[in-house]
């Protein structure tokens, strides 16, 4: 696999988050094994690859493919404006986390206490999603940039959905830390858009093959 290959992937991840974050916020639902891919991935140790961080599939991150597809291609009808905001709000914030070791190291040491909860209760338990989200409530959510959600309150204000959604934006700060590491960079978005979308097309194809 490339390293352009390996980019898509986390980039897709930010994506996937987002897109999941904006399903929540309009609808109250979100679907439990895409919200399962997601936290999963915060808590990856010393994957083969970076696709086995996502579950091994293209198919778990394909609506953050189609996302991503949309906001390169410019193109009204497919452009997911919101979860486009949120995706390059989420990689904005990376960009000051990496600043800050300190919370960077509360980060890693509250992640081991999850992965704990895991083992005892499951990865989308209501329990284990609080954690998460109070780990980004605790961190992330201090800095002066703040990650507006736009949706239908009467979803916002259940605890539960507040929960998700934290715990969705650092899986997808996590993911734009990731794609960063691998070389990913936002100057990309601008002027690679064409070789972005090149790689993108057949990952995407390969996930609506496997629709039924």
């Known amino acids: ?6 980019q898509l992937i986390a980039l897709g991840a930010v ?4 897109t999941l974050v904006d399903r929540i916020a309009r609808t109250g639902q979100v679907p439990s094994a895409s919200l399962g891919c997601m936290l999963g991935s915060l808590l990856a140790r010393n994957p083969e ?13 394909r609506d953050g493919y189609r996302a991503l597809v949309g906001a390169l291609e ?10 486009l ?5 989420m990689i904005g914030l990376e960009r000051q ?27 989308t338990h209501e329990n284990v999603v609080a954690s998460f989200g109070g780990l980004y409530q605790d961190t992330l959510s201090t800095f002066r940039q703040r990650i507006q959600v ?34 990913g960079h936002r100057w990309q978005l601008i002027f ?4 972005l979308l090149d790689a993108l097309y057949p990952r995407l194809r390969s996930t609506q093959s496997e629709d039924h």
């Open 192 to 195: 690679s858009r064409r070789k």
């Open 97 to 123: 986390l990496d600043k800050r070791d300190d919370m960077l190291q509360v980060i890693g040491n509250r992640l081991d206490q999850i992965q704990q909860q895991v083992e005892h209760f499951g990865i």
């Open 1 to 6: 696999m490339s390293t352009l290959d390996e």
């Open 150 to 183: 736009q949706g239908d309150m009467r979803h916002l204000q259940q605890t539960d959905n507040a929960s998700k959604i934290r715990a969705l934006l650092l899986s997808g700060i996590r993911s734009a830390r990731l794609w960063r590491q691998l070389g």
């Open 85 to 89: 905001r949120y995706a390059l709000a």
């Open 74 to 83: 410019r193109d009204s009808s497919t452009l997911q404006r919101e979860p």
């Open 15 to 18: 994506f996937e988050a987002a």
């Open 49 to 61: 690859t970076t696709l086995e961080i996502y579950g091994g599939d293209d198919l778990n991150l």
